[in-house]
């Protein structure tokens, strides 16, 4: 049979020849266009086209340089998961039938349907992964917990999700959706409205906790309306400082390995913590780290993200956490009202806003809490890394209110660590309802601790991931054995944990030892505060032994209470500058 001219659209075609073919979208139905001497219509076909005939029929896309397909070849272009037999009722085992569409490694809609799963759905990408959902929900009801709900492997191919499409780990899952590169070929990750929930860290049993899960190479991580609510941690499960429960964790893969650029949209995540009230570590809504030097610090190169608007509540532990280079944070909204957190107020370290290494910025934000208080809302710890500075600190327009949670300890620190020099700069800050705050600001330096041996006068000093190069200037307090303090510069680095320094006379001793290193400078300025201070505090505070130079300026600073002060130094020897002009008034 040669071939005929076949339209597909939801209106009649004009201007056509007799036996010419239509495909009415709309009814899903057939016709012929039939001729006659003195009439032309079109006739529904019967019996209906068999499949054969697909291909042999001809399909031309409207608009300039379309070229002619067989109907066929068209149909091919998009799958559903129902042309594989998924049912999508909530109680029809469908996972076969959706592990066989994934499979087919097609173009793949999701109807709208609930479609159970009962195992891990997985894929190794040869090719680019699009999905397309019209509101389909994929829900896990495995007989036990399982890792990775939807488990993808990129090999360097784009990934694209698209369409209300929500995973429902139904506490069976750790990780809800995990998407991987550990490729040296860069790909993007492009997803728009995917909610994850109930993800569950059931155990110490498998790595991970997370709503949404990315790691490796990619140029680009595009994330817009992402909804992840109740992602938790039952007692006993975690791994301090390696393995908790997070919404969304954007990493590594290994060296060369890391994504360049993050963009967060319009996020929604709720409900990430601990069941363990006891436990306080690694409960965080969005976590984003790069990969680490041959230290074992995060290596910052030109790598960078963004969130913004969208609202981050309810963390058991930081709300945003970074290692990367620079970051900007504008519009987003952080409350703390449920009482499954409460047990984070007064904790040690968890700030609502943690820049662990690198800099940013953080403009137009709210926080309202009433059920706890972070110990900081904002804090800024510099890069560790060898020769590579940070942009800097930035916090602009930032409203704070509190009821019945007792003081707020600080609003913004910072931490020098490693980082030889530092700018913060403050403006527009509004705090109300906390009964007191105690500094607006803090800046300190941690010492670092660890052992020391003496041989001559080569001193072997021994701490963990210690960050100094060969030159570097240190004091250094021997807080056990004999030898003796004072300032010394390091004469070689052995490895990421140890290095050398020399002493002024031969001797042979052991212990622990304490260090810091010389010579930081912390340039912090604050302007257009309202907030009622502690009356025995000031608004900004230098604190801890080992503490850096400085250098501080300020305006408009209108606090509630009787202290007067801008600058307070906890210890004696000051190393400390006042600039002019700093102006505090007391309404």
């Not at 992964?129 to 090999?155: C, H, M, P």
């Not at 954007?250 to 949209?265: C, E, F, L, T």
């Not at 306080?280 to 993200?305: A, C, H, N, V, W």
């Amino acid at each position: 049979e040669s071939l005929v001219s076949t339209f597909v659209s939801p209106t009649a075609p004009t201007g056509i020849s007799n036996g010419a073919r239509w495909y009415d979208t709309v009814s899903g139905r057939t016709f012929i266009y039939y001729v006659d001497t003195d009439s032309a219509q079109w006739v529904e076909a019967s019996p209906p086209f068999d499949a054969t005939e697909a291909l042999q029929i001809n399909y031309t896309a409207s608009g300039t340089g379309a070229v002619t397909r067989t109907v066929d070849s068209k149909l091919e272009d998009v799958v559903s998961v129902k042309d594989f037999g998924a049912v999508g009722d909530g109680t029809t085992d469908d996972t076969a039938a959706i592990q066989a569409a994934i499979n087919s490694g097609k173009t793949l809609r999701w109807l709208d349907g609930t479609y159970k799963i009962v195992s891990s759905l997985t894929r190794t990408l040869t090719s680019p992964l699009r999905w397309y959902s019209d509101g389909a929900t994929i829900k896990l009801e495995s007989s036990s917990s399982i890792q990775k709900f939807v488990d993808i492997t990129s090999n360097g191919n784009d990934v694209n999700i698209f369409g209300e499409l929500t995973l429902d780990c139904n506490q069976k899952s750790f990780i809800g959706l995990f998407i991987k590169n550990d490729t040296t070929t860069f790909s993007d990750v492009i997803i728009r409205d995917i909610n994850v929930k109930n993800a569950f860290r059931a155990s110490q049993s498998f790595t991970g906790g997370d709503g949404i899960f990315i790691s490796g190479s990619f140029t680009k991580i595009i994330l817009q309306n992402p909804d992840i609510r109740d992602v938790i941690m039952a007692a006993s499960a975690g791994i301090s400082g390696s393995q908790g429960v997070s919404g969304i964790t954007i990493n590594s893969a290994g060296a060369d390995k890391a994504p360049q650029r993050v963009d967060i949209i319009n996020a929604h995540i709720e409900n990430i913590y601990s069941q363990d009230a006891s436990y306080k570590m690694d409960q965080d809504g969005i976590k984003i780290f790069t990969e680490e030097d041959e230290f074992g610090e995060p290596r910052l190169y030109e790598g960078s993200f963004s969130i913004r608007g969208g609202s981050i509540n309810n963390c058991g532990g930081r709300a945003i956490k970074s290692q990367m280079e620079h970051g900007v944070i504008d519009g987003v909204k952080f409350s703390r009202d449920s009482s499954e957190i409460s047990q984070i107020s007064g904790t040690g370290d968890m700030p609502e806003i943690d820049f662990q290494v690198g800099g940013g910025i953080v403009t137009n934000t709210e926080y309202r809490y009433s059920s706890a208080t972070p110990i900081r809302v904002i804090s800024f710890s510099g890069t560790r890394q060898t020769g590579k500075y940070s942009f800097g600190g930035k916090v602009l327009n930032a409203n704070v209110s509190t009821s019945g949670t007792g003081n707020l300890p600080r609003f913004v620190t910072l931490s020098m660590f490693n980082q030889d020099r530092y700018q913060l700069n403050v403006s527009n800050v509004n705090i109300t309802g906390a009964d007191e705050l105690d500094y607006f600001a803090t800046c300190f330096q941690d010492d670092a601790d660890g052992t020391y041996s003496q041989s001559g006068t080569t001193v072997t000093i021994t701490i963990t991931k210690h960050g100094f190069i060969v030159g570097d200037n240190l004091t250094i307090d021997y807080t056990s054995g004999s030898a003796v303090d004072g300032s010394f510069t390091v004469a070689s680095v052995i490895d990421a944990n140890t290095f050398t320094v020399t002493a002024g006379s031969s001797a042979t001793n052991s212990g622990n030892v304490s260090v810091y290193k010389e010579d930081k400078e912390a340039y912090i300025n604050i302007e257009n505060i309202l907030a009622k201070v502690n009356s025995s505090n000031a608004f900004v505070q230098r604190l801890s032994t080992a503490r850096p130079n400085v250098y501080v300026s300020g305006k408009n600073l209108v606090q509630q209470g009787s202290s007067t002060s801008f600058f307070k130094a906890t210890t004696s020897g000051n190393f400390v500058q006042d600039l002019s002009g700093i102006n505090v008034r007391v309404i």
